[in-house]
């Protein structure tokens, strides 16, 4: 099987994507606390499923991209511009990484360390990806077109292939605290003046108490759990998979 995948694969991409792996299993232990304790990232344990359904899914297009070595028409301003993106990115990602496993050795699982993790894996494996893909040209590209000729980059196009499988750990990360809370409190704020004008529009007398809805005979409190925000990560998260496969 080794074997096979060195025929397919570079050994340095092959090796860059087996340290993407150990960094998967690390975020997904961390990661665990939070899909067992809240249940508006329940969706979680389904990420490791998918991101290894989607580079399976993509394994035949990386094999045909790291075959390319016709050199790419690509301007030395464009190349090195790229190189100094991702080399940001990697080193960025590195660093978010040591601070959210620092934070999580510190102090055990914490919101801010999980998204600092997950932050970091996405920038260490795109940069990962695109220092250690062959150079090369893929299609045809127009004379004179920048935009084709990075489209036609081999590098870029293996790094397309893994944007899905290194951010989607963002999403199934919980979010800061305070961004969580303003949030939902935000969408709250939005379904109470939904059902107070749709209460009003039908002509039943009712006042709004910021999220307490009171009538005549009673008081209605509309609470957390009603603000929408577990349908929005999960239709995040469906959105970005879909995105990703259609």
Known sequence: MLARLRQDVPDRLLGALFVGLCF?????????????????????WLVPILVGYVVADRWPRLRSIVKSTEPIPLPALARNALGFGFAAALVAGLGLFLFGGLYRAGFGSTQPGSLAL?????????????????AGRIGSVAPGSLWGALLSD???????????????????????????NSVSLFLLRRVVAVVFGLFSFFGYPMIQEGNVLVL???????????????????????????????
């Open 154 to 180: 081999a590098r870029l196009a293996a790094v397309a292939l893994f944007v899905f499988p290194a951010l989607i750990w963002m999403i199934s990360a919980p979010m800061l605290s305070a961004v969580e």
């Open 216 to 246: 005549p005979n009673g008081r209605v409190g509309v609470v957390e759990a009603c603000s929408g925000i577990r349908s929005l990560t999960g239709c995040l998260f469906a959105g970005a998979f879909l995105a990703a496969v259609c």
């Open 118 to 134: 997950a932050a970091g894996f996405g920038g260490i494996v795109l940069g990962m990806i695109y220092f250690n893909t062959p």
């Open 24 to 44: 998967v299993i690390f975020l997904t232990v961390d990661q665990a606390y939070w899909w067992r304790l809240k249940p508006d990232y329940l969706f979680g």
